[in-house]
């Protein structure tokens, strides 16, 4: 019975062809890119000639190759990373070409590794570590068993069930002492690469761990319809966003305190993972962040109220309403509203075009490149505050003298050669005057001692409580320049009429005392200088009164 039902049925096969030819072309049809994939070998996407960096993405410019006959043509470029934008994708001839560019769509697939070469040299680096950390665990396995083997020879029995003479044992613990010692000593070694192959494996694991994070195995084709007028061989031009990538402004500053000039090193710091290398690319870093949009953000009601407690007293004494209630709550919504909205300045973007052409791989981070350097007179000024701390610190007033908008972003502190510590600079506009920190400066050294303490006299016609201070302020210059220190400290300030500050005496006179009491002193200091401030005052208030900050 079977053997006559698989005839009928290869008959049934084709007596209805059209049936399955429909099926089949379907399939063909309705599945995304197979047709392109089966009857258009890709065209690869060409060398990136330039990429233009954002704070958040970078934009990407390629070339590709084209060789098409007369008439109308449908290509496929590609691969392309999975973190495009494609919305931002754009095709065009060239300046001079005389092709046209018809549809064009972008589709997905999805290889069996990862595009990313570095990816793919950091998969065969771990494989390769993994087979030599295997090779050395075999070995070491071979001699613990070798180990084991010669720990049990004592154990050992003759045939007759005789114990054992003195020539046998002597012969076990000469075995034992060299071909026992070798394997000891051969084991140990193995078990140190052990450990450092181990090491080296997990810091190439996290490293691969790393590049594939945020990466798919996903990637990108370009469909296009192209018309040409004659059978040509051209190129046209590809851009596209992509993500993944970005730069943040950084500064190295440099001071020469003998020249009294900064070097002002501006650097962008760029942080590249977008699947795809940019070899000898010409780069651009604007600060244009398109992600922001182009609108400034709405003001929304800016609501006063009482608090909860008191505003539901203030309710109910008044006796609101239920209508001038509700636009109570109303107000009260937008002013959560407006504590919601993020605060964003824009301005005039500016790009900057690097001067030399760039090589960043993917999977690279903290890439520098300078965007200019300069040099920049400035005026050293050293100041001090030692009633907070005990230090002399150092800052420049410079002007920025270059055409460069610099932007806000960590700076590098070096002062004659050593590391001062990390500042953070503001916007800067050309032509614009800013101060600095550069940090501490440990050849100035100032010292604040409270010499002299006396409280609790009273006077003699009337009942008047007194305190006197007396503090010594000693400023030393160990450098082989004169400087100018500005010295800041206070005088008590008294809210009540009752207590009363005196001066004894302020030597030298400060060059400022401003409402808040705040003492300002310029002083000169010469190579090795020293010298020294007395402050001397006196706090009187009514007696049996507690005065509180003395």
């Known amino acids: 019975m079977v053997e006559m039902n698989i005839p009928n049925k290869s008959r049934n096969l084709h007596r209805k062809p059209g049936i399955y030819g429909l099926l089949i072309s379907l399939l063909f049809f309705c599945t995304p890119g197979l047709q392109a994939s089966q009857q258009v070998e890709p065209i690869k996407p060409g060398k990136i000639q330039k990429v233009q960096l954002y704070p958040d993405r970078a934009e990407i410019f390629r070339q590709a190759s ?18 495009i934008i494609t919305d931002s994708m754009r095709i065009s001839p060239g300046t001079a070409s005389t092709l ?47 180990l084991a083997y010669i720990e049990n020879l004592s154990e050992g029995k003759t045939q007759s069930n005789v114990l054992p003479g003195p020539d046998y044992w002597d012969s076990v613990l000469e075995f034992k002492a060299t071909r026992g010692k070798i394997r000891r000593d051969r084991y140990r ?56 990538a970005s730069w943040s402004p950084a500064y190295m500053l440099r001071t020469d305190t003998k020249k ?36 400034p953000p709405k003001l929304h009601p800016w609501v006063i109220d009482y608090p909860q407690k008191q505003r539901l007293e203030a309710a109910r004494s008044l006796a609101f309403s239920s209508e001038e209630s509700s636009s109570l709550m109303e107000d009260k919504q937008g002013s959560n509203s407006s504590r919601r909205t993020k605060v964003i300045q824009s301005g005039v973007s500016s790009t900057y075009q690097i001067r030399e052409k760039q090589t960043i791989a993917t999977g690279t981070n903290n890439y520098r490149a300078q965007i200019f350097s300069e040099r920049f007179d400035a005026e050293l000024i050293y100041t001090t505050i030692p009633k907070n701390i005990e230090r002399v610190f150092l800052k420049a007033k410079i002007q920025n003298s270059s055409p460069y908008q610099l932007l806000p972003g960590q700076a590098g502190n070096f002062v004659d050669g050593s590391f001062a510590g990390n500042s953070w600079l503001k916007n800067i506009a050309p032509g614009q005057e800013i101060e600095t920190g550069l940090g501490l400066d440990e050849s100035v050294k100032v010292e604040r001692k409270l010499i002299k303490k006396e ?39 008294s809210y009540q009429e009752e207590i009363k500050v005196r001066i004894g005496q302020i030597k030298p006179e400060p060059n400022d005392i401003d409402k808040q009491k705040l003492l300002t002193w310029n002083i000169h200091l010469a190579p090795k200088e020293k010298k020294m401030i007395t402050l001397d005052f006196q706090v009187e208030y009514p007696e049996g009164k507690t005065v509180r900050g003395l």
């Open 66 to 83: 084209l060789h098409l006959p007369e008439g109308s043509s449908d290509i496929v470029i590609g691969p392309f990373p999975s973190s």
């Open 100 to 146: 046209q560019i018809g549809h064009f769509s972008i589709q997905k697939a999805y290889k069996t590794q990862f595009l990313d070469n570095s990816i793919q040299k950091q998969e065969a680096q771990v494989d390769q570590l993994r087979l030599q950390l295997n090779s050395i665990k075999d070995e070491l396995n071979n001699l613990e068993s070798q």
């Open 189 to 244: 070694e193995v078990s140190v690469k052990s450990e450092i192959a181990e090491k080296e494996l997990k810091v190439e694991e996290k490293k691969l761990a790393d590049l594939k994070a945020g990466v798919k195995k996903e990637v990108n084709y370009i469909h296009i319809n192209i018309r040409s007028s004659q059978s040509i061989t051209d190129h046209i031009d590809i851009s596209y966003q992509i993500k993944n």
């Open 260 to 295: 009294k000039s900064i070097e002002f090193e501006y650097i962008g710091k760029i942080n590249q993972r977008t699947g795809e290398d940019w070899g000898e690319v010409s780069l651009e870093l604007t600060t244009s962040q398109p992600s922001r949009g182009t609108a």
């Open 455 to 493: 409280g609790g006299e009273k006077g003699i016609f009337n009942q008047t409580a007194k305190q006197r201070y007396i503090f010594e302020i000693t400023l030393e210059n160990f450098k082989d320049i004169p400087i100018e220190v500005e010295l800041k400290d206070q005088l008590p300030l």
